[in-house]
């Protein structure tokens, strides 16, 4: 006979492990993002945090942020000039530039959860 397999613990082990991805996939971005973010004291850069990832039906959303009452202002502005390879658009730049690598993030932790 056949192997069983139980997709209620299948769904749940993919979940946890996407989950897990999505959060790790966050920590790379704020590490490639805090490369970018200008840095005058390095208030800015210190600010930013990976939130806990939410289901919201489907999805697993995740979110990289940045809590200081300029952060959006040096984000948008890209006229400002920050030097020694700071940059404007510095966390919407890391997401974009780390796309394969957050997919691949994911996928190695939900092949890490649900196992071989």
Known sequence: ???RLNVAKAELAFRHGAVQGV???GEHVLQVSNGRVPLLEGT???SGRVSDPEIDGDQIVGAVSYDTPYAVRQHEETDY???NG???KYLESSVN???GVQR???AQAIRNEIGP
Request: hydrophobic share 45%; no cysteine.
């Open 81 to 83: 000039h920050h030097p």
């Open 104 to 106: 691949a993030i994911i």
């Open 44 to 46: 800015l850069e210190r």
């Open 23 to 25: 959060r790790l996939a």
């Open 86 to 88: 700071r940059q404007a």
């Open 1 to 3: 006979m056949g192997q």
């Open 97 to 99: 530039d780390t796309a």
